[in-house]
């Protein structure tokens, strides 16, 4: 099974700055990558497919890149409503898998 | 609009039996695959169970294989995971997914969640 691990776990970072955070599959998925948002207490919201497709109706300064077992998301200019934790997610079969996850906090 | 909405959940004790439901509408539900996907408390979102759009191939995480069933009925619009022998571990909040189309395996649409507690 393919393994999906994300860096760092956790991060903090201050009103503005620009975060990235890193995603690597244990063997190459082209890039069959998406990254979800989740709000504590919300529902996963999907904000990157393709690896670097934004979602519909997504603020731009979310951007992904990558492809075969690396991947990033980058925020450029980190805003309040950002905080959340970020899974990325290998969708090259019905056999998902998720990172385990990136919760992103204002310092 | 699509919607999903769970239910079923509650607390059951260790090697007991819970059915979940997801009662979906917005869409076709008979053209579209389906998934379960689970988050234990305070953890990451772990993928637990896919059937497609005629219950022709199903699939299973390891962790529930033997134990969960996944099943629909596309002329009531819901699916549905029969959930036995469970365990401790298998405390989460259970989602219902949508696949968002034949040719990915993306999911675009989830519901709520029902949050499963096994507990004695």
């Known amino acids: 099974d393919i393994q999906m691990t994300q860096s760092p776990s956790s991060l903090s970072a201050s009103v503005g700055d620009r975060v990235t955070i890193t995603c690597r599959a244990s063997?190459?998925?082209?890039?069959?990558l998406a990254w979800y948002q989740q709000k504590p207490g919300k529902v996963p919201k999907l904000l990157i497919y393709a690896a670097s497709t934004l979602q519909s109706g997504v603020p731009s300064r979310f951007s992904g890149s990558g492809s075969g077992t690396d991947f990033t998301l980058t925020i450029s200019s980190l805003q309040p409503e950002d905080v959340a934790t970020y899974y990325c997610?290998?969708?090259?079969?019905?056999?998902?898998?998720f990172g385990g996850g990136t919760k992103v906090e204002i310092k | 609009e699509v919607q999903l909405v769970e239910s079923g959940g509650g607390l059951v004790q260790p090697g007991g039996s819970l059915r979940l439901s997801c009662a979906a509408s917005g869409f076709t539900f008979s053209s579209y695959s389906m998934n379960w996907v689970r988050q234990a408390p305070g953890k990451g979102l772990e993928w637990v169970s896919y059937i497609s759009s005629s219950s022709s191939t199903i699939y299973y995480a390891d962790s529930v294989k033997g134990r969960f069933t996944i099943s629909r009925d596309n002329a009531k619009n819901s699916l549905y995971l029969q959930m036995n022998s469970l365990r401790a571990e298998d405390t989460a909040v259970y989602y219902c997914?949508?696949?968002?189309?034949?040719?990915?395996?993306?999911?675009?649409?989830w519901g709520q969640g029902t949050l499963v507690t096994v507990s004695s």
């Open positions: 997914a949508r696949r968002m189309t034949t040719v990915t395996y993306l999911l675009d649409y």
């Open positions: 063997q190459g998925i082209s890039n069959y």
């Open positions: 997610q290998k969708y090259n079969s019905a056999r998902l898998t």
